[in-house]
T-cell receptor
């Protein structure tokens, strides 16, 4: 079945540092890939998405590229801010999984001033 | 559209009581999902509806849990005879068939 594996956190960075959060996946068919962000006590917000191989999703300075050959969708940001502190979830949906979104365990990001 | 809304945001109940949560999806979305999230974990799928039909239920969904989506609009999730292990955040999301899901703010359940 579909599954998502994320690097364990927390990831602790200083403001303006470079961010990478790794995500790899297993899926039947050709999945769509997503990154969601969750702030304390809140639901999940869609951050970015990519629907086919080599697509790059981007939003608010975050980027991720759909790499079919390595089954990866790593999240990057060139310069993080304190306000980026949150939990980030990688997710996929595929025809083989009835398009039900499947999530990784999440990676906590803490950014210090 | 104001997005997906869930009610209540917080619920504290005594063990053995029944609770019911409501979710109002984005109006044009035909899919509605329920997930459960515990501390430090990602959302775990419970069940989903396509229009008014409940098409799949996870093995996580014990027989104390029931969900409905009458007329393909809002949905309710009921937990009967609550247990302390039911304490979690219950998330609702909606989508069109094969597009991204949009989440509500969740209902945090505490069973004491």
């Amino acid at each position: 079945g579909d599954s998502v594996t994320q690097m364990e956190g927390p990831v602790t960075l200083s403001e303006e540092a470079f961010l990478t959060i790794n995500c790899t996946y297993t899926a039947t068919g050709y999945p769509s890939l997503f990154w969601y962000v969750q702030y304390p006590g809140e639901g999940l917000q869609l951050l970015l998405k990519a629907t086919k191989a080599d697509d790059k999703g981007s939003n608010k300075g975050f980027e991720a590229t759909y790499r079919k050959e390595t089954t990866s969708f790593h999240l990057e940001k060139g310069s993080v801010q304190v306000s980026d502190s949150a939990v980030y979830f990688c997710a996929l949906s595929s025809s083989g999984g009835s398009y039900i979104p499947t999530f990784g365990r999440g990676t906590s990001l803490i950014v210090h001033p | 559209d104001t997005g997906v809304s869930q009610d209540p945001r917080h619920k504290i109940t005594k063990r053995g009581q029944n609770v019911t949560f409501r979710c109002d999806p984005i109006s044009e979305h035909n899919r509605l999902y329920w997930y459960r999230q515990t501390l430090g974990q990602g959302p775990e799928f419970l069940t989903y509806f396509q229009n008014e039909a409940q098409l799949e239920k996870s093995r996580l969904l014990s027989d104390r849990f029931s969900a409905e989506r009458p007329k393909g609009s809002f949905s309710t999730l009921e937990i009967q005879r609550t247990e302390q292990g039911d304490s979690a955040m219950y998330l609702c999301a909606s989508s069109l068939l094969d597009t991204e899901a949009f989440f509500g703010q969740g209902t945090r359940l505490t069973v004491v």
